[in-house]
């Protein structure tokens, strides 16, 4: 048996256990509320993104000479966020250090602040709350080391070349002038939803204002990136934000041609090339394709070239049998990218295949795409089926069939400018409901076309100014893409016939350089966009009605909203 003062002591052990084991309890849930300074989950969906509540220094002060800044949020936010987000100019130089308490923060600066400097602190929308949603616009505040702070202000909108849509979360930069665009930028802000921005707090001086996508945030226009250059050249920033300029136009200039990445044999009578880029075949047949034995030099014969549908980073050469060997392959000169810059015409080697392939042409799909059947063409559109590789023409012959609708066959003419789609330009009957057929060894596949008459079609019409051949109208699906284009008379007017019930927008512009298309200005040296306005809104057509434009299409102005509709 167990003596009393041994139950004791031992009971006071038990208990001295277990409330240190509570307090240690207690220590973990304190030490983790403090590691996670986030609040409670759970309620109704947060969508508001984060606002300044107070910063220190104030917003306007003057004669403050701070060693560190703090910034007060409504919400808890996103920390990693805050640093990509932030930028003070002029930049201090050195590393900028943060202290986090809440829903505050802390900057400690890396060195002492300019004497009688105006000070800007912006955060972009990359700057989101712990829920990740994002700044719709900027936020900032200004003080000023001296007695007087900065008042000048800088404004525009930025906005799309396609169909003058704002863009929004666009980087804009303001230098001291355009030969300044290789350095820091002197301020710099960001487009808001409306693609709208502005400078507040700078200098009363000229400024370069430069709309920059910098995907690797640089602060500099680097080759491809998306850009939008000034109106003019030199914009004042002055108090007054009342000078109104015509809007910043979002593009970009492509002045890099193709180059070929690969060059493989798949098999001894076929040669994969892969692109840099999307490209473009000029010429199917493979006449301008040049391979030869890179030792002896003598050629190999290349009898076509084609691309699939599916990647116009491809091109393919039929060729003759090649061997395990090295060959040179210099490429066809007229191949093109989107914006019409030539491939480099670089020789690369590779290496001959012994292997043999023996598959057949598969058919892939018809086009256009579409659930609806028959599909109705519009005027631009012809039915078009697309097989994996080329087809020689009795073969084709052979697989496909063209009924009308009564199923009497019909003569077609066939067409293809990649080598694997092959368009029927000859269906042109309105009364015709023209039935294709393509046969495989599994199936025979069926699409029904109908082309659209002239009672399912109407127009489109309008005026511009200015008027005449250098102006250029281009007519566009919802989605941007052009349909067709032409030029108004010596009057400004223009109309577009033949147009299926739909919805479309317009765009014109002063084609200054008479090469048909838009041209969005340079960075360096500087040149201003060519002049172009679009319509506010997309335009519906009607069946057997010509729409007219209410108000005249000035270059350089959007024209508002309501179109009235006339019996054609």
């Known amino acids: 048996m167990q003596r009393p003062d041994s139950l004791h002591s031992s009971s006071s052990i038990c208990e001295t256990i277990v409330l240190t084991r509570k307090i240690a309890f207690v220590s973990f849930l304190l030490i983790c509320s403090c590691a996670d300074p986030r609040p409670p989950t759970g309620g109704p969906r947060d969508d508001v993104p984060p606002s300044l509540v107070s910063t220190d220094p104030p917003h306007e002060s003057v004669e403050v000479s701070p060693t560190e800044l703090r910034l007060v949020f409504s919400e808890y936010v996103n920390e990693g966020s805050f640093a990509r987000a932030l930028s003070i100019v002029p930049t201090p130089q050195g590393r900028l250090r943060y202290r986090w308490r809440r829903q505050s923060v802390t900057i400690q600066l890396p060195e002492p602040l300019r004497d009688s400097t105006t000070y800007v602190v912006t955060l972009d929308d990359e700057f989101r709350d712990w829920r990740g949603v994002r700044l719709t616009s900027p936020l900032s505040f200004a003080f000023a080391t001296g007695p007087v702070i900065d008042q000048g202000r800088l404004r525009g909108r930025i906005v799309d070349h396609v169909q003058g849509l704002p863009v929004a979360g666009l980087m804009v930069l303001a230098y001291p002038s355009q030969a300044a665009t290789n350095q820091a930028p002197a301020y710099q802000t960001q487009t808001d939803t409306e693609g709208k921005f502005e400078f507040s707090y700078v200098r009363e001086s000229d400024f370069f204002v430069l709309g920059l996508r910098d995907l690797n945030r640089n602060l500099r226009a680097d080759q491809g990136e998306w850009f939008a250059v000034p109106p003019v050249e030199a914009i004042r920033a002055t108090p007054d934000t009342s000078s109104q300029y015509a809007d910043w136009v979002y593009t970009k200039v492509d002045t890099l041609g193709p180059s070929i990445e690969r060059v493989r044999a798949t098999a001894n009578q076929l040669v994969e090339i892969r692109f840099s880029e999307n490209v473009f075949l000029q010429n199917p047949t493979g006449e301008p394709w040049s391979i030869m034995d890179s030792v002896s030099r003598a050629p190999a014969m290349v009898y076509s070239s ?117 368009s029927l330009i000859s269906l042109n009957d309105p009364t015709q409901i023209y039935r294709v057929a393509v046969r495989q060894p599994d199936s025979t596949y069926v699409r029904f076309f109908e082309r659209l008459g002239p009672r399912s079609l109407g127009s ?97 102005q959007s024209i508002q909203k309501s179109f009235p509709t006339t019996d054609q």
């Not at 256009?368 to 087809?391: C, G, H, M, R």
């Not at 349909?483 to 739909?502: Q, V």
């Open 306 to 422: 084609y691309q699939s549908e599916s990647n116009s980073r491809m091109v393919y050469l039929a060729v003759d049998p090649l061997q395990e060997k090295p060959y040179a392959l210099l490429p066809d000169p007229s191949i093109q990218d989107s914006s019409g810059n030539t491939v480099r015409l670089d020789t690369i080697y590779f290496m001959g295949s012994s292997g043999v392939t023996t598959d057949e042409p598969k058919f892939e799909r018809f086009l256009p795409s579409s659930t609806e059947n028959p599909y109705k063409l519009a005027p631009w559109e012809t039915p078009q089926i697309v097989f994996d590789q080329p087809i020689g023409a009795s073969l084709l012959d052979s697989l496909l069939s063209v009924q009308d609708s009564t199923g009497t066959p019909v003569n077609y003419e066939i067409q293809t400018l990649n080598g694997t789609g092959y």
């Open 460 to 556: 489109l019409s309008g005026v511009t100014i200015p008027a005449g051949d250098s102006v250029l109208v281009t007519l566009m699906n919802t989605d941007g893409q052009i349909l067709a284009a032409k030029s108004p008379d010596s009057e400004g007017a223009f109309i577009f016939d033949n147009l299926p019930e739909n919805s479309y927008r317009l765009r014109a512009f002063i084609d200054r350089n008479r090469n048909g298309h838009w041209d969005g200005g340079l960075i360096d040296p500087y040149q201003a966009i060519e002049p172009v306005t679009w319509t506010s809104e997309p335009i519906t057509i009607r069946p057997r009605w010509d729409t007219a434009l209410p108000d005249i299409l000035r270059i350089g």
